[in-house]
């Protein structure tokens, strides 16, 4: 033995030292220089630091996995969080604590009684889906499984834990995936329609044509039978456009200034805006790649959402249109940096019943409508890489966006 105490004092103090720095969890300063106490030490140190390892080992799990773990107690408060939670809803764990778990659901009656199910029936949910709460009050589509936190001792249920994820992109793949399943046959179905209606149209036309002339004029018949002309160019048209909608057209995609093209359907629109007194906004990004894009068609599209959206305003209104640079946008070929456009009015809004079915051709509910506005603009978006989306509030309006990928060769920036 190299060293010894100076008096029994100080071998006093270092073991006291020594042993609640052991309680406290944290690794001693000094040993204690007894032989007797050095060999304790050093198994004690050995079996801190397995443990530390161990526990280390299970924390990196819990914080590193990408769903969100939630622990409550018996009575539901929020005893811990892992970091994914904490990054779903924007809490720091300190903020939760305590906090019931019925909060962080959107619909905190639903919360309560989920945890009651668990509690009260010993019911496990599997990937229930539902909407949470963030802590800015945004709603996110989440899928989460349930079970007890048994205490590892006696077995005893001391709680629950609560496993989240966030399945908006999940969400709106499959939405988009329905939407272009549903849009692919209907486009067949029409295509061939549209072909077997045209050809005997156009015999019906020329029919009509030679009817008329056989007619002195100011006959009444013969009037008939312009009308009868009228009605059939009329129906062509329909069709048309259903065969536009099948069958849009390779895009001829070359790199375009999205803001331009919007600057273009504003003056397009100008008379009728002023005339229904509705204004128009604008907020332009300062920094705007140029879009790879087929223009007369993103054109269209936007076309498509300003016509919607003074509809929508009878009384008069706001439209908005801004656009930005987001970092990541998750699209079909995988995430990447997008441009958004997003217009924006004050109109009657969109029941949230029917926000998924405004995409489906024929779908309208206007008395003149013919429901194809936005399903040929998704069509088209389609075609040149690009996405939709809706948000609405009833009665207080609503906000179309659009995400188009950046290209990143093109390094002509505008502005
Ligand atoms: N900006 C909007 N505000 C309110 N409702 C809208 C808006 N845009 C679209 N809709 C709803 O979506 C439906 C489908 O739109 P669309 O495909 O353009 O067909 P249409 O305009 O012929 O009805 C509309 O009938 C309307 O109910
Ligand atoms: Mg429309």
Same mark, same amino acid.
């Given at each position: ?43 004690? $140190? ?14 990196? #799990? ?5 769903? +969100?773990?939630?622990?409550?107690? $018996? ?8 970091? @994914? ?57 989440? +899928? ?23 399945? *908006? ?13 549903? $849009? ?21 036309? *020329?029919? @009509? ?24 160019? %009329? ?66 599209? #936007? ?30 070929? +995988? ?36 429901? $194809? ?41 505008? %502005?």
């Amino acid at each position: 033995m190299s060293k010894q105490y100076k008096n029994k004092k100080e071998a006093a103090l270092t073991l006291q030292k020594f042993y609640s720095a052991l309680e406290a969890n944290r690794q001693p300063e000094e040993a204690p220089l007894d032989s007797d106490y050095k060999s304790k030490y050093n198994l004690l $140190l050995k079996r801190f630091r397995e443990l530390e390892k161990v526990f280390d080992f299970h924390r990196g #799990i819990i914080q590193q996995i990408s769903s +969100g773990v939630i622990t409550t107690d $018996l009575n539901g408060s929020i005893t811990f969080i892992n970091r @994914a939670a904490q990054d779903i809803f924007g809490y720091h764990y300190l903020d939760i604590q305590g906090q019931n778990i019925s909060t962080l659901f959107a619909e905190p009656e639903q919360g309560t009684q989920f945890f009651k199910r668990v509690i009260k029936e010993g019911h496990q949910y599997q990937s229930k889906e539902t909407y949470l709460i963030t802590k800015d009050g945004e709603l996110i589509p989440a +899928g989460f499984s349930t079970s007890y936190y048994l205490n590892p001792e006696n077995k005893e249920p001391e709680g629950v834990i609560f496993i989240f994820r966030n399945i *908006t992109v999940v969400n709106n793949l499959r939405r988009q995936l329905e939407r272009m399943e549903r $849009l692919a046959t209907l486009g067949e179905i029409s295509a061939g329609i549209a072909h077997e209606i045209r050809n005997p149209l156009a015999g019906i036309k *020329t029919s @009509a044509q030679v009817l008329e002339e056989s007619f002195s004029p100011g006959d009444f018949r013969s009037q008939l039978v312009s009308r009868i002309v009228k009605e059939i160019d %009329r129906s062509n048209d329909l069709l048309k456009r259903f065969f536009n909608f099948a069958k849009p057209g390779r895009p001829k995609q070359e790199f375009q200034d999205i803001e331009m093209i919007i600057d273009g359907v504003y003056l397009l629109m100008a008379p009728r805006l002023k005339k229904r007194n509705i204004t128009f906004h604008t907020d332009f990004s300062s920094e705007m790649p140029r879009l790879y894009i087929d223009g007369s068609q993103i054109e269209q599209v #936007i076309l498509n959402l300003f016509i919607n959206a003074v509809e929508a305003m009878p009384e008069g209104g706001k439209i908005m249109i801004n656009t930005k640079i987001v970092k990541e946008y998750v699209f079909e070929q +995988g995430s990447q940096q997008a441009v958004v456009v997003e217009i924006a009015d004050t109109g009657r809004g969109i029941p949230i019943d029917q926000q998924e079915k405004i995409f489906n051709p024929f779908f309208t509910t206007k008395s003149d409508g013919v429901g $194809l506005g936005l399903s040929i603009s998704t069509r088209l978006l389609e075609e040149n890489g690009g996405k939709i989306e809706v948000d609405s509030a009833e009665g207080k309006g609503s906000s179309f966006r659009i995400y188009f990928p950046v290209i990143e060769s093109d390094t002509s920036k505008i %502005r």
